[in-house]
């Protein structure tokens, strides 16, 4: 799976989370939902995105932009 379709299937999912929890939890969620917006809006502007740095530092960004869940395997 690319990165980007990936990022993209968790800020959807994120975002109904975030909605259901404000429908059954706390109004105050929706402070969540703007978070993610404004993290969308931020990524697309400067090109940084903290989750494709997460996913990075965890080893499961191939070098082709692949995710690969578990880390990169690598030949020893």
């Known amino acids: 799976m690319k990165t980007e379709s990936f990022i993209r299937i968790l800020a959807g999912v994120m975002i109904l989370l975030s909605v259901a929890l404000t429908q059954f939890v706390d109004v105050r ?3 969540f939902t703007c978070f993610i917006g404004l993290n969308l809006i ?8 903290p989750p494709t740095f ?10 082709d932009g ?3 869940f578990g ?3 690598r030949n020893s």
Do not use: D
């Open 54 to 63: 997460v996913l990075g530092k965890l080893g499961w960004i191939t070098p």
């Open 29 to 31: 969620w929706l402070w």
């Open 42 to 49: 931020q990524s697309a502007i400067t090109g940084f995105c």
């Open 66 to 68: 692949r995710i690969h």
């Open 71 to 73: 880390g990169v395997r």
